[in-house]
Antibody, heavy 119, light 107 residues
Framework: QVQLQQWGAGLLKPSETLSLTCAVY????????WSWIRQPPGKGLEWIGE???????NYNPSLKSRVTISVDTSKNQFSLKLTSVTATDTAVYYC?????????????WGQGTTVTVSS | DIQMTQSPSSLSASVGDRVAITCRAS??????LNWYQQKPGKAPKLLIY???TLQSGVPSRFTGSGSGTDFTLTISSLQPEDFATYYC?????????FGPGTKVDIK
């Protein structure tokens, strides 16, 4: 049973860099895309971006200038960095597995990390 | 970006009711449409992918239909565990946008 376990700092000050990591347990890393999604308090879901096992990325244009998603296949992990955060980046951040053949339906999710940006 | 809309934004229903949620894309997305269920404090759960394919383990009372720009998620007989918020998501192109959600609560 594939599981995603995510971690990272939960409280940031404005202008700092958000950094989250998601580890994949119990399944293959290759053949899938790996995504980040966020959800501001009381609001809907926003797709941040994705990376495949070979490192090819797609980002949401609204965040592209600040986002980097990377992968460490040796550890079955992928990571999210978001620079210059502001209060509007306060959200629950999720990692998820996307199945290209599904197509790109996200069938396994991490537990979520609450990130608060406050001075 | 492809914009996704959902209607209604919320609905109240009783156990046993048949419920339909619609999702519309701002341009044709063929069948590249996924449906998720989210309960408070939990990660979303994939219900249906490719517009009409039931994800493994999801009860058969959930069905998806549609193609092009108009899609529907139907719950044939609402169960207590189905009270949640439902999101559609297009996976035709990036960014893989979500609809704003439909909250289903108890009448």
């Amino acid at each position: 049973q594939v599981q995603l376990q995510q971690w990272g700092a939960g409280l940031l000050k404005p202008s700092e860099t958000l950094s989250l990591t998601c580890a994949v347990y119990g399944g293959s890393f290759s053949g899938y895309s790996w995504s980040w999604i966020r959800q501001p308090p009381g609001k809907g879901l926003e797709w941040i971006g994705e990376i495949n096992h070979s490192g090819s990325t797609n980002y949401n244009p609204s965040l592209k200038s600040r986002v980097t998603i990377s992968v460490d296949t040796s550890k079955n992990q992928f990571s999210l960095k978001l620079t210059s955060v502001t209060a509007t980046d306060t959200a629950v951040y999720y990692c998820a597995r996307s199945i290209p053949a599904a197509p790109y339906g996200m069938d396994v999710w991490g537990q979520g990390t609450t990130v608060t940006v406050s001075s | 970006d492809i914009q996704m809309t959902q209607s209604p934004s919320s609905l109240s229903a009783s156990v046993g009711d048949r419920v339909a949620i619609t999702c519309r894309a701002s341009q044709s997305i063929s069948s590249y449409l996924n449906w998720y269920q989210q309960k408070p404090g939990k990660a979303p759960k994939l219900l249906i992918y490719a517009a009409s394919t039931l994800q493994s383990g999801v009860p058969s009372r959930f069905t998806g239909s549609g193609s092009g720009t108009d899609f529907t998620l139907t719950i044939s007989s609402l169960q207590p565990e189905d009270f949640a918020t439902y999101y559609c998501q297009q996976s035709y192109s990036t960014p893989r946008t979500f609809g704003p959600g439909t909250k289903v609560d108890i009448k």
